[in-house]
């Protein structure tokens, strides 16, 4: 069973900011974040619980997207959907942030 995937204006904002950023170094990084990042949320709608409960917050789940960019996100079983929070990177204060 497919879950609608949604996404916060936390994690748009996360997604344009990654993306600007790579683009300052490579011209292919963005287009594989873009990517990568597409892959997971397919896989998150078709099966979310298949990634880890996020230790410090069990509220969320998360996946490591693209080096050191994580996907934070909760699944809402009566809704069948997931929201994906944020994209982080893992030199931020990840817990303060959530």
Known sequence: MS???KTSIFAKADRIEIT???GQYSASAPIKFKSELNRYLYLIG???EIFAVFAANPTFRHVVVFGSYTMFYTIS???KTVMVYRI???AQDISGIL
Do not use: Q, T, W
């Open 88 to 90: 982080l990177h893992g």
């Open 77 to 79: 079983e009566v809704e």
């Open 46 to 48: 078709e099966k979310p």
């Open 20 to 22: 600007k950023y790579l």
């Open 3 to 5: 879950y609608r995937v």
